[in-house]
T-cell receptor, first 114, second 114 residues
Framework: DTAVSQTPKYLVTQMGNDKSIKCEQNLGHDTMYWYKQDSKKFLKIMFSYNNKELIINETVPNRFSPKSPDKAHLNLHINSLELGDSAVYFC?????????????FGPGTRLTVL | AQSVTQLDSQVPVFEEAPVELRCNYSSSVSVYLFWYVQYPNQGLQLLLKYLSGSTLVKGINGFEAEFNKSQTSFHLRKPSVHISDTAEYFCAVGSIQGAQKLVFGQGTRLTINP
């Protein structure tokens, strides 16, 4: 029944490793987002895909690479993890047609880099 | 470009007291305005939104907000809070055109004391 789900919920890893976070939505939405929430709770958009096409690409290190295999999935791969990557990463989705549609957020993935 | 300023990082209030969480925004284009709530260890949930029309909008859990265009503000209010309202509250703006990326304020931690 979960509308926007993320895996894993928690991820603890060493500096220098490569890791992926996955997001899936079963709402039939066609646009998905990745947001980063830092230790001070500040939320900032990273990427957005619409129908598998990248439409928002904020100033994010190129160690971060989003991938959307289909419009229900948006994954985030991070290479060479750094201490500063520790944060909670939220996925969100929405439907773009018919005017305004709210974004629905997933529960978040807490990434800790040691 | 848009920016959002939440004027209070923390607001402690007693149960059943009224509360106001302040939000000011800046934008060179027309925007939608939102308040999201984040309960501990959870994702974001939409409380209410302003798209157009009446400047007073009502949301879930007894919250309401008033859009003031001249003061570029969108303050959140509740006449009587409950312990269960303890959470982090985020004000956000989203551009009407384009990909509707959300720009968030820094968050306000609302703590309800018995």
């Amino acid at each position: 029944d979960t509308a926007v789900s993320q895996t894993p919920k928690y991820l603890v890893t060493q500096m220098g490793n490569d890791k992926s976070i996955k997001c899936e939505q079963n709402l039939g939405h066609d646009t998905m987002y990745w947001y980063k929430q830092d230790s001070k709770k500040f939320l900032k958009i990273m990427f957005s895909y619409n129908n598998k096409e990248l439409i928002i690409n904020e100033t994010v290190p190129n160690r971060f690479s989003p991938k959307s295999p289909d419009k229900a999935h948006l994954n985030l791969h991070i290479n060479s993890l750094e201490l500063g990557d520790s944060a909670v990463y939220f996925c969100a989705s929405r439907y773009t047609s018919g005017g305004f549609n709210e974004q629905f957020f997933g529960p978040g993935t807490r990434l800790t880099v040691l | 470009a848009q920016s959002v300023t939440q004027l209070d990082s923390q607001v402690p209030v007693f149960e059943e007291a009224p509360v106001e969480l302040r939000c000011n925004y800046s934008s060179s284009v027309s925007v939608y305005l939102f308040w999201y709530v984040q309960y501990p260890n959870q994702g974001l949930q939409l409380l209410l939104k302003y798209l157009s029309g009446s400047t007073l909008v009502k949301g879930i859990n007894g919250f309401e907000a008033e859009f003031n265009k001249s003061q570029t503000s969108f303050h959140l209010r509740k006449p009587s809070v409950h312990i269960s309202d303890t959470a982090e509250y985020f004000c956000a703006v989203g551009s009407i055109q384009g990909a509707q990326k959300l720009v968030f304020g820094q968050g306000t931690r609302l703590t309800i004391n018995p």
